[in-house]
């Protein structure tokens, strides 16, 4: 492994560009490998198995890319795969979720609200994220259907995006929630139309800076840290069309994307590379994760 190789990262599509954007600002010398999985997102109503296939593919083949560290942009796909991620790739596996302790030692009215998609919030993590550190504020999960696809289709504050944000914050705005938690990557696009519906008064809380500087320590750890003369530089991928993905992207980076197809292996749904496969036949961790259902 050496400090010149990439490092990876990677969400159900366009939403872990939030992430993607923070790490470039703290790591400007590194070179930068996104894969979008557009084509298979949403991941919020997927059935676990699939995003746990879908996140080795597509680790598999940043890895075949030179990957030093991979970072998995989605709080979704943290949620089903970091753990069967972290058992069959010997690299850093650096993954998100949502701020509720931040949220809870920041909070002065005592509510906080939490918007994420069906899975995260219906996993054991994020119950034991709660578990952890949700006792100490009044913590009100909304689960938000349809809003990452608002996201995904560039729509950022049409009357979809607005509709949906106005049912799912209203009942938090009642409640008297002061903070907010965005536990879906895609969500940070949508905080000028959170904040404009919430108020100029609610805290929203979006842990990318956390990944990126946690990203940046397992780097410095590992002596993998780029080195300051080079030049950084990024290449993107996707599993779906690239238009419209391209021009979505485009939009949420606010400068021109030279999208890239993911290659055929790695892009269909059941797309686990053979030597993935071998790995967890014979791993009791993996199939205990429902890897293979
Ligand atoms: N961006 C993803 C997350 O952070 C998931 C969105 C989706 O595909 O449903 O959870």
């Known amino acids: 492994m050496s400090s010149d190789q990439p490092v990876g990262v990677f969400d159900s599509g366009v939403g872990g560009l939030s992430v993607f954007q923070r790490i470039r600002a703290n790591l400007p010398y590194e070179r930068l490998l996104y894969v979008a999985d557009s084509g298979h997102a949403p991941y919020g109503n997927k059935p676990a198995g699939f995003i746990v296939q879908r996140s080795l593919a597509i680790t598999e083949f ?12 989605c709080n979704t796909a943290t949620a089903a795969a970091i753990v069967p991620l972290r058992a069959h790739f010997d690299i850093p596996i650096i993954g998100i979720e949502p701020a509720v302790k931040p949220a809870v030692a920041m ?15 219906r996993s054991d993590k994020f119950a034991h994220l709660l578990d952890q550190h949700g006792h100490r504020a009044r913590v009100l999960v909304q689960p938000c259907p349809g809003l990452a696809d608002c996201v995904e289709q560039g729509d950022l504050n049409g009357s979809r995006p607005r509709a949906l944000l106005e ?50 320590h397992r780097l410095a750890v590992g002596g993998l840290l780029a080195d300051h003369n080079a030049n950084g530089g990024e290449r993107y991928f996707t ?19 030279n999208l890239e197809v993911l290659p ?20 009791p961790v993996a199939t205990s994760q429902s890897i293979l259902a």
């Not at 909070?107 to 919030?121: D, F, H």
Request: charged share 15%; glycine share 8%.
């Open 62 to 73: 940043l890895l075949e890319q030179g990957a030093k560290a991979v970072v998995a942009a």
């Open 107 to 121: 909070t002065r009215s005592g509510v906080v609200g939490i918007l994420a998609t069906g899975n995260t919030v």
């Open 167 to 216: 049912r799912y914050l209203m009942p938090l705005l009642s409640a008297g929630a002061d903070t907010l938690v965005l536990g879906c990557t895609h969500y940070p696009f949508l905080t000028p139309l959170i904040q404009e519906l919430m108020g100029p008064e609610v805290a929203i809380l979006d842990p990318s800076p956390a990944v990126a500087r946690h990203l940046r």
């Open 239 to 257: 599993s779906g069309e690239l238009e419209p993905t391209a021009g979505v992207m485009a939009r949420l980076l606010t400068e021109s994307v």
């Open 264 to 283: 055929e292996r790695f892009r269909s749904a059941e797309a686990l590379p053979a030597s993935s496969l071998s790995r967890l036949q014979n791993d």
